[in-house]
Nanobody
Framework: VQLVESGGKLVQAGESLRVSCAVS????????VGWFRQAPGKEREGISC??????EYSDSMKGRFTMSIGDANDVVFLQMNNLKTEDTGVYYC???????????????????WGKGTTVTVSS
């Protein structure tokens, strides 16, 4: 199983962007999948996750970020609106088997990571 993120690019503040995470060799049916980001000089933080319990968002990410899943359950998206310069960073997706975690918004609960896609928001 591999995760591949894509869609990151340079955008202007205020614009929207959607990044994707595709899983190869499987679907997300038996996994909880999360989006995380790491800003320059900061720790990786959770944005959102999807599990059998539904969608969850970290408090600081609610409102401008929306996670969704494709019809074949093999790609997840993160829609980001009204981007700010502080949203600059590397965006990762990660998975963990369903039931094998406490909080899918926590980096250390996740098992498998993609290599990330870089989003740069300029002013």
């Amino acid at each position: 199983v591999q995760l591949v993120e894509s869609g990151g690019k340079l955008v202007q503040a205020g614009e929207s962007l959607r990044v994707s995470c595709a899983v190869s060799g499987d679907t997300f049916d038996d996994w909880a999948v999360g989006w995380f980001r790491q800003a320059p000089g900061k720790e990786r933080e959770g944005i959102s996750c999807l599990s059998t319990s539904g969608y969850e968002y970290s408090d600081s990410m609610k409102g401008r970020f929306t996670m969704s899943i494709g019809d074949a359950n093999d790609v997840v998206f993160l829609q980001m609106n009204n981007l700010k310069t502080e949203d600059t960073g590397v965006y990762y997706c990660a998975i963990v088997p369903e039931g094998d975690y406490n909080n899918c918004l926590r980096t250390y609960d996740m098992d498998l990571w993609g290599k990330g896609t870089t989003v740069t928001v300029s002013s």
